[in-house]
């Protein structure tokens, strides 16, 4: 199992930017294709936006436009950046490999969008 560690969550009002950040074990974003997911209360888990090795990135429709996704190897960090939040965008927020059989998913990072 790899480890995953999320962090920068917050609480932030309408229209406003936020980052979150996963760190990885080992080379971990430089051979597996990794996702941004989150779950929002009474949801099922959703995915985001997932960066593939070689740096494709694909967004949900939810997001597109408003989320950017970038990848750091050298800090061994994915992270989430997060514009024009909507209070629908509340949700606890993890990364994980884009696709199952998924490593042991983290603490997330809460998100919450309130005025």
């Known amino acids: 199992q790899v480890q995953l560690v999320e962090s920068g969550g917050g609480l932030v009002q309408p229209g406003d930017s936020l980052r979150v950040s996963c760190v990885g074990a080992?080379?971990?974003?430089?051979?597996?294709?990794m996702g941004w997911y989150r779950q929002a209360p009474g949801k099922q888990r959703e995915l985001v936006a997932t960066?593939?090795?070689?740096?494709?990135?694909n967004y949900a429709d939810s997001v597109k436009g408003r989320f950017t996704v970038s990848r750091d190897n050298a800090k061994k960090t994915i992270y989430l950046h997060m514009n024009s939040l909507k209070p629908e965008d509340t949700a606890v927020y993890y990364c994980?490999?884009?696709?199952?059989?998924?490593?042991?998913w983290g603490q997330g990072a809460q998100v919450t969008v309130s005025s």
């Open positions: 994980n490999f884009a696709a199952p059989p998924y490593t042991t």
């Open positions: 080992g080379n971990i974003f430089s051979i597996r294709n």
């Open positions: 960066i593939s090795i070689a740096g494709r990135i």
